[in-house]
């Protein structure tokens, strides 16, 4: 089975540190996504990648950036925690193909003080 | 733009009764549409899909039908169990994309004895 492995369940940072998510897939997948959980708010898509060292915005960018060196990994930087940013950070990944399945990560809950 | 719109929760049921989640969404041309569902403490996982009019996706005992005429993607199940509870969210992939996805806000689903 596809494993998506997110590196913190739990994460408390203050305003305006850096923060780093990391994300790791086990299946060769091409597509990697960093959405972020609101309740209300359902999913929103914050950036995804195609391939390594490419990305592309998604619908919330602002305040965040990513960085995908190798195939298997895709990290998302807040590069001044904000309040705002408070929030359920969920990691997918999946095939090339049009309506391969997301396989999701458990979520990294992070607060900002 | 495209949207999902799903109903309110949380939806409470006893055990064995009939389950319909709604779901309706706006978007342009022939999306494919989605249910993924998301148990407590886990990653979202894809639980059925469709990808044209009139398809009828199903899995677990679920069944969703695409309805364009009502631009509608219900979610029904005859009979609950209590390891039904979960949250589930409906989505969809606009025409001409690739796997991104629009998710509603998620419904959350309590089954009792």
């Known amino acids: 089975d596809v494993k998506v492995t997110q590196s913190s369940r739990y994460l408390v940072k203050r305003t305006g540190e850096k923060v780093f998510l990391e994300c790791v897939q086990d299946m060769d997948h091409e597509n990697m996504f960093w959405y972020r959980q609101d309740p209300g708010l359902g999913l929103r898509l914050i950036y995804f990648?195609?391939?390594?060292?490419?990305?592309e915005k998604g619908d919330i960018p602002e305040g965040y950036s990513v960085s995908r060196e190798k195939k298997e990994r895709f990290s998302l930087i807040l590069e001044s925690a904000s309040t705002n940013q408070t929030s359920m950070y969920l990691c997918?990944?999946?095939?090339?193909?049009?309506?391969?399945?997301?396989?999701f990560g458990s979520g990294t809950q992070l607060s900002v003080l | 733009g495209d949207s999902v719109t799903q109903m309110e929760g949380p939806v409470t049921l006893s055990e064995e009764a009939f389950l319909t989640i709604n779901c309706t969404y706006t978007?342009?041309?022939?999306?494919?549409l989605f249910w993924y569902v998301q148990y407590p403490g886990e990653g979202l996982q894809l639980l059925l899909k469709a990808t044209k009019a009139d398809d009828k996706g199903s899995n677990k005992g679920f069944e969703a039908t695409y309805r364009k005429e009502t631009t509608s993607f219900h979610l029904e199940k005859g009979s609950v169990q209590v390891s039904d509870s979960a949250v589930y969210f409906c989505a969809l992939r606009p025409t001409g994309t690739a796997s991104k996805l629009t998710f509603g806000t998620g419904t959350r689903l309590q089954v009792t004895l």
């Open positions: 990648s195609y391939d390594v060292k490419m990305k």
């Open positions: 978007a342009t041309g022939y999306p494919s």
């Open positions: 997918a990944s999946s095939l090339r193909g049009i309506n391969e399945k997301l396989f």
